[in-house]
């Protein structure tokens, strides 16, 4: 792996960080992960730290050679002491005392390339959360596409992609680019980040290719009797202006009106379709099913506090 100067590289990870994190195609909410290493040290997104404006000083900054022997260690087989000492080994491995690195940064570390971005595109997960996900992966981009079953999250998806990409090496000796991981999102790797931008690229103009009906998005929420959703706007957003909301935006298709015209359809979308879904917006939704301005906003003044309590 060839690797550059110290300065020249962290400043292409913010670059490359800030480039994506600005990008609502590809990062929802605080969703996704970047890092830099070289042989000795890796600089992964702390926890709490936002990629669209993230500094160096939003890196955590770990020791590679202490990072690598936990690949090897042997944990507990008990689910919650086995994370608890994974998490203590993270804490004895980051040198930036008082960052928490990302609970990934072991993925990170074992991928081969300088520079590995990590993130959950809409259009990816689309994908990744799909039915059939694998067998239509391996249409859209090939055998060498690496997937990565669903497993919990944590040490043992860890050791997971591990082995994934050691069998990847010796089938293919190569280094994969992209790990895909069902119901999670995608990773991809390179030494340098024009080639992540080129990869990235690649895909979604492969997945935006590949799909057959266009929802346009558009501002306007017809509801039963003409009612707009820009009506009780107003109302909704100052029932939740008490919390951290900074940004309410209405949008309306096809596919969104189909889902939410009525309470049997709303059933079907009623859990979780992205991992992002569930650590931004819990794992349930308001459905407001008032036929007049005055009854959803009875119901939202109900059913708002709630769900905040939950």
């Not at 890796?42 to 730290?49: C, E, N, T």
């Not at 994908?127 to 040490?155: H, I, R, S, W």
Request: net charge negative.
């Amino acid at each position: 792996m060839k690797y550059f100067s110290k300065m020249k590289e962290i400043e292409q990870l913010i670059e490359i960080s800030q480039f994506y994190g600005k990008d609502s195609r590809f990062v929802i909410a605080g969703g996704g992960n970047t890092s830099y290493k070289n042989q000795e040290r890796i600089w992964v997104k702390a926890s709490g730290s936002s990629l669209a404006t993230i500094t160096e000083d939003g890196f955590a900054v770990l020791d590679r050679e202490k990072l690598n022997l936990m690949s090897v260690k042997v944990y507990s087989t008990d689910t919650t002491e086995r994370e608890e000492q994974v998490k203590n080994d993270l804490a004895d491995a980051t040198i930036t005392k008082g960052k928490r690195p990302s609970v990934e940064t072991s993925m990170h570390n074992v991928i081969d390339y300088a520079f590995v971005v990590h993130l959950h595109p809409t259009a990816v997960n689309g994908l990744m959360c799909a039915q059939n996900a694998e067998t239509d992966l391996m249409k859209l981009f090939g055998e060498k596409a690496l997937y990565v079953e669903y497993t919990d999250p944590g040490y043992v998806l860890f050791k997971k992609v591990d082995d994934k990409i050691k069998a990847f090496r010796a089938k293919y000796n190569e280094e994969p680019n992209v790990i895909w991981l069902k119901n999670h999102g995608i990773f991809v790797a390179a030494d340098t980040i024009e080639e992540i931008k080129n990869i990235y690229s690649e895909i979604l103009s492969t997945l935006s290719e590949s799909v057959t009906t266009n929802h346009h998005l558009t501002e306007e929420f017809p509801l039963e009797g003409g009612l707009r959703g820009v009506e009780i706007l107003p109302a909704i957003r100052m029932m939740l202006s008490a919390n951290v909301l900074k940004t309410i935006k209405v949008r309306n298709n096809e596919l969104v009106k189909y889902f939410s015209e009525s309470p049997e359809n709303q059933r079907d979308i009623a859990r979780p379709f992205t991992p992002d879904a569930i650590v931004y917006c819990k794992s349930n939704y308001i459905f407001l099913n008032g036929e007049t301005p005055e009854a959803i906003l009875e119901e939202a003044g109900k059913t708002i506090p709630v769900f905040k309590m939950q």
